[in-house]
C-alpha cells in the first residue's frame, strides 16, 4: 500500500558505513572537478501593493456574513487572501446517479469550486421547450455541490465551445439567425436562456446563502466590428443581471485576443501541455506551459475558433486584475486528426510553474470527464457541421483526473498535493509577487537553463523549480544551490550542493511560519497543516522529492526546541540549525517544542506516500489517509473504491474511534504504521467472463480525406464505417455490478460499442485504455454487445503518439481487438 520505512539490520548498516566512507571519499575528488552552480534569485524589493476597486462585482456579502472580493492580485475572503483550485465537471454529460459520489471525489481531491458550462444546446433542443430534468438538473447539481462544501462558477456561454455542435448554441438558432453579436433576434433568445438558467438557481447564489459566486459570460470571444467586441460582453452581462444572477464574479476567457469590457469582468486564463486542436503530424516544439512566464499571461494557442484582428483587453488589463485560471488543461481531448495522451507528470509539472508565474486560481478544464447526449442525433464538435475539429461523437474522457465513470487516473494522485498545499498555505501565497531569476531560459526551447522562480512578500517566500518538458528530456542539475535574496537577508539552500535530476519539480519554502517556529527552509515542499490528536499542538505535512536529501534549517536559537526523529542528525553550526538525514515515512521526522510556542510536529512522507495521500473530515476530524485504492470523504465517512482488487488497507492519523466498515465487510485493525492507524477488509470478489465472438472482418480502409477549416485529416464518413471489423461480446460469470468497467484493448482507427444498433460509446485509438461503464447500460441489461473497430491505415496522416504508435508489421492497415475484460469495483465505507 505504502512504502515501510523500518531500522536497518546491523549487517546494512556495516555495509551502509562502508560505502558512505566509498562515497565520502568520491565525493571529495567530485567536488575539485565540478565546482557548485548558485542560482540566484533578488526578491529584496518591497511586494506590490493590490489596487482597490478596478473590478466591478456583484453581491458578494452572504447571509451569514462572510463576504468576498478581489483586487488588482488576488481573491479575498472575508478580508483575507483566498487561493483556490477550480475544477470542470460537466454534470449533463455524466449520470445524475453519480453526482453525489463524484463532486464528493473532487472536494476529497482539494478542489474548491466546480466550474461548468450550461450547454444551451443540451436544454433546448428544440425551441421553447426546455429540458432541466434528470441528466440535466441544474438545480440538483448545484445543491449537491453545495452539500459536498463547493462552490460553484456557472458558465452560461450562450456560446460555450466546450467540443458541442455549434459550440452548444442549439441548431434552430443557428439556422434562423446570426449569432455572438448585438442581433435583435438572437438577444432575446439568449436573454429567454438565461431567464431559464437564473430561474434554476434562484435562491443558490451566494447572497442568499448558496454555493454560486461566479458566472463567466461567452467563451474564448474576440470577434471585432458592428454589435460585437468588448460592446456585446456588455449587453450580454447587462441580461444576466436582469435574469437575476447577481453574483460577486463575472469572468471572461482571457486569450488569443479576446475582447471584454475593461473594469466589468476579470478575464481568466489557461494552458495545455499540446495542442490536440493543431494540424501537425508531430510532436511540437516544447510548449510554454513550461517555462516560467514573467511579463505576460497569455500562452500560446489555446484552440480559439475565430481569429482576433487587435490586441486583446487581456493584454493591456494585466495592472488591474489578479492571474487567474480556468482552463489549465487536467488533461487532453483525442481530435481525429491529433490524439495527444499526457503523463501525469505533464500535468502536474504545470502546477509549480504556473503558480509560480503568478496564478492566483488554479482552474482544470477538464477535471471529470463525461459522454455526450445522444439527442435524436449526436452533439459533437464536427467538421460535417462546419466545426474545426472531429471530435468523438459520445465519449469526452479527455483524459482527466476522475474519468467518465467516476475511475481515478494516475495523475490524480500527482495534483492532490500540490491542492492540499493550496488549501492550507495559499492565503500566504495569493499576496506574494513573482521574482525572475538572475538567469532564465531565453525562450521555451532553452532547455539547459534551469527553470525557476520565487514569490515573495518581506521575508517570506516560496522557491519554484520545474525540470520538466513533455516529450523533450531536460539536462540534471548537477551541484546546484539557490540564493533567494530578502529583504532581511539572503537565504541559500540547502546547506550542501544537490543534483536535481531531469524531470524534478517541486515547491520549497522559505522563512516559513509554523505555529511561531521560524523554517529557514526545507528541501522538502509544505502539503498540509492538521491539528494534533488529543490537542496536542498541529501537524505539518511535507512531501519529499525523489533523490533529493531532506534537509530542514531553523535559525541557530532553535537549539534546544528542536528534536529529530530516528536517524536524523542535528547540526548547530553557520549561524542556523540544520536537520538531515531524515528518513521519510509515516513517523515524525522532527518535534518542535520551544517554551510560550505551541508544540509541532513534522512528518515527511515519500514522494509515492504524499502521492497516496488524502485529507478530508471524517468523523467529525480533519484526518490524514494513504491508501493505494481510491480514497475520498463521502458524509464523513471513508470511501475506498478499489479497481479488480477485493482488498483494502488505509493508514488513518488521527485514529479513527471505534471504526467500522458498512456492507457487512469486516474491518480489523492492523495495529499502526508509525502515527498512523493501519486498517484492513476484505469484500467478497466477483467475476464476470467475456467471450469475443469475431462476426465481420475488416474491409480495406479508404484513404483519410484532407479538408474541413483547419484542412487536415477528416474524420471518416458514415459509410467508411462499414469497413469495420466487428466482434460480439457476451457475458458469463457474476453478473457486473453497476460501478463495474468493460476495459477494451484494442489498435485501430476508430471503435465504437453498440447496445442492439444503438451506440453507447465511441473511441479515437491513442494509446490509452479505453474503459466502459456497465451501469450505463441500465440495471437489468446484461446480454450481448457489439463492438466494431474501423481499420487505421499506416498512411493515415494523424498525429498519435510515437510510444502508442501500432506496430502495421508491413501491412497495410490494423484493426485488432487484443483483450476486453470486465474490471470489477469494489466500495468499502469506513465510519461508525
Not at 767 to 796: C, E, H, I, K, Y
Amino acid at each position: 500500500m505504502y512504502p515501510s520505512f523500518r531500522p536497518a539490520t546491523r549487517r546494512t548498516v556495516r555495509r551502509t558505513a562502508c560505502v558512505t566512507a566509498i562515497c565520502l571519499a568520491t565525493a571529495l575528488l567530485c567536488h575539485a572537478a565540478h565546482a557548485e552552480r548558485l542560482l540566484t534569485i533578488d526578491a529584496s524589493a518591497p511586494a506590490a501593493t493590490p489596487l482597490m476597486n478596478t473590478i466591478q462585482t456583484g453581491t458578494a456579502r452572504s447571509p451569514d456574513g462572510h463576504v468576498l472580493g478581489i483586487n488588482s492580485q488576488y481573491l479575498t475572503r472575508d478580508g483575507q487572501p483566498w487561493l483556490p483550485v477550480m475544477g470542470e465537471f460537466h454534470y449533463s454529460r455524466v449520470p445524475a446517479a453519480s453526482w453525489e459520489a463524484e463532486l464528493a471525489k473532487m472536494k476529497t481531491a482539494g478542489i474548491d469550486i466546480v466550474a461548468f458550462y450550461v450547454i444551451w444546446n443540451h436544454h433546448e433542443a428544440n425551441e421553447g421547450r426546455f429540458d432541466w430534468s434528470g441528466n440535466r438538473d441544474l438545480r440538483r447539481f448545484v445543491q449537491l455541490a453545495q452539500q459536498a462544501g463547493l462552490q460553484v462558477v456557472v458558465r452560461v456561454g450562450p456560446w460555450a465551445h466546450a467540443e458541442v455542435r455549434y459550440g452548444g448554441v442549439p441548431d434552430w438558432v443557428v439556422d434562423a439567425m446570426p449569432t455572438r453579436r448585438d442581433d435583435p433576434q438572437y438577444l432575446g433568445y439568449v436573454a429567454r436562456f438565461y431567464n431559464e438558467i437564473g430561474r434554476q438557481l434562484d435562491g443558490l447564489l451566494w447572497k442568499q446563502g448558496g454555493p454560486v459566486i461566479g458566472a463567466q459570460i461567452e467563451n474564448e470571444y474576440n470577434l471585432a466590428g458592428p454589435g460585437r467586441g468588448a460592446g456585446h460582453i456588455r449587453t450580454l452581462k447587462g441580461l444576466v443581471l436582469k435574469a437575476g444572477i447577481d453574483v460577486p464574479y463575472y469572468t471572461v476567457t482571457g486569450w488569443d485576443q479576446t475582447l471584454y469590457p475593461s473594469g466589468e469582468v476579470t478575464p481568466v486564463f489557461g494552458s495545455y501541455p499540446d495542442e490536440p486542436w493543431g494540424t501537425s503530424t508531430r510532436e511540437l516544439p516544447p510548449k510554454e506551459t513550461y517555462a516560467f512566464r514573467f511579463d505576460s499571461r497569455v500562452s500560446g494557442d489555446l484552440g480559439a475558433q475565430t481569429h482576433a484582428t487587435q490586441q486583446g483587453t487581456a493584454e493591456t488589463d494585466m495592472t488591474r486584475t489578479p492571474f487567474l485560471g480556468a482552463e489549465y488543461g487536467a488533461g487532453l481531448p483525442a481530435m481525429y486528426r491529433r490524439r495527444t495522451l499526457v503523463s501525469p507528470d505533464d500535468i502536474a509539472a504545470m502546477l509549480p510553474v504556473q503558480l509560480g508565474s503568478g496564478v492566483n486560481l488554479m482552474g482544470y478544464y477538464m477535471f471529470h470527464g463525461g459522454r455526450n447526449p445522444v439527442m435524436g442525433t449526436t452533439m459533437e464538435e464536427s467538421t460535417r457541421t462546419g466545426g474545426y475539429n472531429d471530435t468523438p461523437a459520445i465519449n469526452y474522457d479527455f483524459n482527466a483526473p476522475l474519468g467518465p465513470d467516476g475511475q481515478q487516473r494516475p495523475v490524480l494522485a500527482w495534483l492532490r498535493p500540490f491542492h492540499f498545499l493550496l488549501h492550507d498555505f495559499g492565503a500566504r501565497l495569493a499576496p506574494m509577487t513573482v521574482r525572475k531569476p538572475d538567469v532564465a531560459p531565453r525562450a521555451p526551447d532553452d532547455l539547459a537553463t534551469p527553470r525557476l522562480s520565487v514569490r515573495s512578500r518581506g521575508d517570506a517566500a516560496f522557491l519554484f523549480y520545474n525540470g520538466h518538458v513533455r516529450q523533450y528530456p531536460t539536462p540534471a542539475q548537477k551541484d546546484v544551490r539557490f540564493t533567494v535574496k530578502l529583504p532581511g537577508g539572503a537565504v541559500t539552500l540547502p546547506r550542501k550542493p544537490v543534483d536535481l535530476a531531469s524531470g524534478s519539480y517541486f515547491i520549497w519554502p522559505v522563512n516559513f511560519d509554523m505555529d511561531g517556529h521560524r523554517l529557514r527552509y526545507a528541501t522538502a515542499q509544505p502539503v498540509a497543516r492538521l491539528d494534533g490528536a488529543g490537542g496536542q499542538g498541529s501537524v505539518y505535512v511535507f512531501a519529499a522529492q525523489a533523490g533529493v536529501p531532506v534537509e530542514f534549517a531553523f535559525g541557530a536559537s532553535a537549539r534546544d526546541c528542536v528534536h529529530a526523529g530516528t536517524g536524523a542528525h542535528v547540526d548547530n553550526a553557520g549561524g542556523q540549525l540544520t536537520v538531515d538525514g531524515i528518513r521519510p515515512g509515516l513517523d515524525a521526522a522532527l518535534t518542535l517544542a520551544c517554551a510560550g510556542k505551541q508544540p509541532v510536529t513534522v512528518l515527511v512522507l515519500a514522494q509515492d506516500q504524499a502521492r497516496q495521500l488524502i485529507v478530508g473530515d471524517i468523523q467529525g476530524r480533519r484526518r490524514l489517509v494513504l491508501s493505494d485504492s481510491q480514497a475520498y470523504v463521502e458524509n464523513g465517512r471513508l470511501v475506498l473504491r478499489s479497481l479488480g482488487q477485493p482488498n483494502f488497507r488505509a493508514a488513518v492519523y488521527p485514529a479513527l474511534d471505534q471504526p467500522a466498515a458498512t456492507g457487512g465487510a469486516a474491518l480489523r485493525s492492523s495495529g499502526r504504521d508509525g502515527l498512523f492507524q493501519v486498517l484492513e477488509a476484505s469484500v467478497p470478489a466477483r467475476s464476470t467472463t467475456v467471450t469475443m465472438r469475431q462476426v465481420r472482418a475488416a474491409q480495406p480502409a479508404a484513404p483519410v480525406r484532407i479538408g474541413g477549416t483547419a484542412k487536415a485529416a477528416l474524420l471518416p464518413d458514415p459509410e467508411s464505417f462499414g469497413a469495420s471489423a466487428a466482434w460480439e461480446l457476451a457475458f458469463g460469470g457474476d453478473r457486473p455490478g453497476a460501478d463495474d468497467l468493460l476495459d477494451i484493448d484494442f489498435s485501430g482507427d476508430v471503435a465504437r460499442l453498440f447496445d442492439g444498433t444503438r451506440m453507447v460509446d465511441d473511441w479515437y485509438y491513442n494509446g490509452q485504455r479505453w474503459q466502459f461503464g456497465l451501469g450505463n447500460l441500465g440495471a437489468s441489461r446484461f446480454g450481448p454487445l457489439m463492438l466494431t473497430v474501423l481499420p487505421l491505415r499506416a498512411d493515415a496522416p494523424i498525429y498519435l503518439p510515437r510510444e502508442h504508435r501500432p506496430a502495421f508489421g508491413g501491412q497495410a492497415q490494423v484493426a485488432a481487438l487484443r483483450k476486453v475484460q470486465v474490471v470489477p469495483a469494489y466500495r468499502l465505507e469506513i465510519g461508525r
